[in-house]
């Protein structure tokens, strides 16, 4: 289960040693089949190998081993559980990498409402769960439904969380990808002295991100609209 946190941590995208890292994971594999009297942990093994191998860039064995925690977790625990919860959501990550946008947005749907029924509309999975919709949203070019769900999960990580957990870092970070929500988001988190103490942390950390938008918007101003590093170009109204 160690390759799991050392990939939630980024270590493959640090310039770790990739050789060093297939090597873990023809040990997790061996690990995987070792694990069967005990589904629980082989299924978290399992997405921990998910989640490696979509470090990589193995998207196609990613989805598999993600599907395959999903099979053990709903044998296991049923068909409505949080850990089946949890499962829906990492396929669906992966479904996403793979450009399966709908089947990933049609999971998603089924993930959310199972999470928010389990554990509750202010646990940190349904704010999770949230942030892969937004993701999914964002490739689907749904900037305002990735905005609502990415501005949901931002409010349920500052009721829920500690200040400064990575889960708010990274709901900001979804939030605030899209210069014109960032501009309109700003605006709106004066109404919340909460949620500003939290992005005023944010930017102390990162002031390389404060300076982007606050130059991003400067220039959208001057010319009307917002280009991305695509060239689409978005009107400010």
Not at 12 to 28: E, F
Not at 67 to 85: I, S
Not at 195 to 223: G, I, K, Q
């Amino acid at each position: 289960l160690i390759l799991g946190e050392r990939a939630d941590r980024g270590l493959l995208r640090t310039g770790a040693d990739t050789a060093v890292i297939r090597g873990m994971l023809l040990q997790g594999q061996a690990q995987v089949e070792a694990l069967s009297p005990q589904p629980p942990l082989q299924a978290r093994m399992l997405e921990a190998l998910g989640r490696v191998n979509n470090s990589l860039g193995r998207y196609e064995e990613a989805l598999a081993l993600q599907q395959r925690a999903l099979a053990v977790r709903r044998r296991h625990f049923g068909e409505v559980h949080p850990e089946v919860a949890a499962s829906l959501n990492e396929v669906a990550g992966a479904l996403r990498r793979r450009q399966r946008i709908p089947e990933a947005d049609s999971m998603l749907g089924l993930a959310l409402a199972m999470a928010r029924e389990t554990l509750g509309d202010q646990h940190p999975q349904v704010a999770r769960t949230l942030l892969t919709a937004a993701n999914v949203a964002i490739a689907a070019a749904r900037l305002d439904v990735a905005a609502r769900h990415a501005r949901e999960a931002v409010a349920i990580t500052q009721r829920s969380l500690p200040p400064g957990d990575p889960l708010t870092g990274e709901a900001l970070r979804v939030l605030l990808g899209d210069p014109l929500t960032a501009y309109k988001f700003r605006r709106e988190l004066y109404q919340g002295i909460s949620v500003l103490r939290s992005l005023d942390a944010y930017f102390e950390a990162f002031p390389a991100v404060r300076d982007y938008m606050d130059r991003t918007v400067a220039e959208a101003r001057e010319r009307g609209y917002t280009e991305t590093l695509f060239g689409r170009r978005r009107p400010i109204p």
